[in-house]
T-cell receptor
C-alpha cells in the first residue's frame, strides 16, 4: 500500500509554546489530507480535512486558530498546535488520499505538553 | 452526519478460532467501508476494504461482508494467530471517514 510518514513521532513541549507536525505522502499525490486526534483507548476523531491549495475544513468544536493546518503541496501537510496546553496532549494522526482512492494513515505523533 | 457503531468493544479468542467484528452505519450514502488494524503506539493500517457495489470480499484469512439494506458490515478473521492481537476499527465513508469505536482483539496462544 501507499506510504504516509509523520514527523516527529514524539514531541514534548512546554505549555504555551507551539509545535508543528509534518505529514508526507511518499509515493502518491495526496489531493486530500486529514488530521485526526486519538485519546488513549478511544477511536480516531476527525479534526479537519484539507485539499491541496485550499483552506482546511474543520470539524465542529475544533478551533481553527489553535490547530493551524497547511496543505501547500500534494505531498505535504502540516499541523501546528499553537499555544499548547496539557489538555492538547494526545496522539495526532494524519491520513492522505489520492482522489477517491483508499485512505492511508501515518504512524502518528505523540504530543505531550508539560 | 454519518454515525458508525462497532461491536464488540473487546474480543478474546483462542488461537486458531475465528473472530467476527460487526459495524452498523447510519447514512445510506456511505459507499466505502474499510477496516483498519492499529497496534499500540502506531497509526492504523488498512487491512481490507469493500465498496458498496460488492457484498463480500476476501483476502486470505480476512473477509468482509456488507449488507447495504441493513446498513451493516462485518470483519471475519479465520485461523486467528497471536499477531492478530490489536485494535480493529471499521469506518464508513462518503466524503470523509467516520470510525467506529474500535474492538480490542486478543488472541490467546
Amino acid at each position: 500500500g501507499a506510504v504516509v510518514s509523520q514527523h516527529p513521532s514524539r514531541v514534548i513541549c512546554k505549555s504555551g509554546t507551539s509545535v508543528k507536525i509534518e505529514c508526507r505522502s511518499l509515493d502518491f499525490q495526496a489531493t486530500t489530507m486529514f488530521w485526526y486526534r486519538q485519546f488513549p483507548k478511544q477511536s480516531l476523531m476527525l479534526m479537519a480535512t484539507s485539499n491541496e491549495g485550499s483552506k482546511a475544513t474543520y470539524e465542529q468544536g475544533v478551533e481553527k486558530d489553535k490547530f493551524l493546518i497547511n496543505h501547500a503541496s500534494l505531498t505535504l501537510s502540516t499541523l501546528t498546535v499553537t499555544s499548547a496546553h496539557p489538555e492538547d496532549s494526545s496522539f495526532y494522526i494524519c491520513s492522505a488520499r489520492e482522489g477517491s482512492r483508499e485512505q492511508y494513515f501515518g504512524p502518528g505523533t505523540r504530543l505531550t505538553v508539560t | 452526519g454519518e454515525n458508525v457503531e462497532q461491536h464488540p468493544s473487546t474480543l478474546s479468542v483462542q488461537e486458531g478460532d475465528s473472530a467476527v467484528i460487526k459495524c452498523t452505519y447510519s447514512d445510506s450514502a456511505s459507499n466505502y467501508f474499510p477496516w483498519y488494524k492499529q497496534e499500540l503506539g502506531k497509526g492504523p493500517q488498512l487491512i481490507i476494504d469493500i465498496r458498496s457495489n460488492v457484498g463480500e470480499k476476501k483476502d486470505q484469512r480476512i473477509a468482509v461482508t456488507l449488507n447495504k439494506t441493513a446498513k451493516h458490515f462485518s470483519l471475519h478473521i479465520t485461523e486467528t494467530q497471536p499477531e492478530d492481537s490489536a485494535v480493529y476499527f471499521c469506518a464508513a465513508m462518503i466524503n470523509d471517514m467516520r470510525f467506529g469505536a474500535g474492538t480490542r482483539l486478543t488472541v490467546k496462544p
